[in-house]
Nanobody, 122 residues
Framework: QVQLVESGGGLVQAGESLRLSCAAS????????MGWYRQAPGKQRELVAD???????TYADSVKGRFTISRDNAKNTVYLQMNSLKPEDTAVYYC????????????????WGQGTQVTVSS
């Protein structure tokens, strides 16, 4: 069993900042990539940012220059620092972890967090 615990969402005004955290625990052998996705009402879930175990990052064009993803490999934790937030950033943000489960057989690991609401008022 693998659990993802997300925290840090909330209600802020445009221009303010938030920091999301996601900690993975349980039957984990290794984590290849950790990322953040978001889903606004009536829209599909989209990638916000992800980061590999080596530190390579990918960002959606809409957040480049405003959001920063980072991870602590020792703690199996990924962070998303969100600055200069805009009303269009309002969504439920989901953490995603890709890797290998512990226990042998190289079983793949692909897990979603429960989601945390981010609301940005104008």
């Amino acid at each position: 069993q693998v659990q993802l615990v997300e925290s840090g969402g909330g209600l802020v005004q445009a221009g303010e900042s938030l920091r999301l955290s996601c900690a993975a625990s349980g039957s984990i052998f290794s984590i290849n990539a950790m990322g953040w996705y978001r889903q606004a009402p009536g829209k599909q879930r989209e990638l916000v940012a992800d980061i590999t175990s080596g530190g390579s990052t990918t960002y959606a064009d809409s957040v480049k220059g405003r959001f920063t993803i980072s991870r602590d490999n020792a703690k199996n934790t990924v962070y998303l620092q969100m600055n200069s937030l805009k009303p269009e950033d309002t969504a439920v943000y989901y953490c995603n972890v890709v890797g290998v489960r512990s226990g042998g057989l190289s079983r793949p690991l692909f897990v979603w967090g429960q989601g945390t609401q981010v609301t940005v008022s104008s």
